[in-house]
């Protein structure tokens, strides 16, 4: 493997996540905005208005910031792995292999072309925010291509044939 000098970003669909984000934010900031309007004659004090903005506001806020940064980024030799839920951050040395593998989806969604990271220590991760299509059909060819330049980065070959993704 060699040493990486700079820092690379990967991720799918930033452009709509972008749109949901500001979307999600001006829904907020409009609830927001008639619960702090709303007057006494609701029964609103104070400390309710203050306990449902923060109860609605703040994680709404923290979804909408981890939904936009869902990707992986490669610098100073270590990957890391945001997802919604958790970011992971793994050392180039850790990494076995990494494949183009088809996750299973929720009921309705499908299953999906997903990179998964497998480490020396036998656990393996999916870089949920760089999925590559639906696996019905071949991966997207510019996120096929983006993930050969991930592998390339970190050292390994690109796959021989289309059943090593």
Request: charged share 15%; aromatic share 10%; with cysteine.
């Amino acid at each position: 493997m060699h040493r990486i000098r700079s820092t690379h970003t990967f991720s799918s669909d930033r452009g709509i996540r972008i749109v949901g984000v500001v979307a999600l934010a001006v829904m907020i900031v409009i609830v927001c905005a008639v619960t702090i309007a709303h007057g006494t004659q609701g029964g609103f004090n104070v400390w309710v208005k203050i306990a449902f903005i923060a109860i609605f506001g703040v994680p709404s806020a923290w979804f909408a910031v981890r939904w936009l940064r869902l990707g992986v980024e490669i610098s100073s030799g270590k990957m890391t792995v945001r997802n919604l839920w958790r970011t992971r951050v793994i050392g180039i040395g850790e990494i076995c292999g990494i494949v183009l593998a088809v996750k299973s989806g929720h009921p309705g969604t499908g299953d999906r072309w997903v990179p998964r990271v497998d480490l020396t220590n036998a656990d393996s991760i999916w870089i949920e925010g760089f999925e590559c299509g639906f696996a019905a059909s071949p991966p997207y060819p510019e996120r096929a291509a983006a993930f050969d330049e991930l592998r390339s980065l970190l050292g390994f070959p690109p796959p021989s044939s289309s059943n090593d993704q």
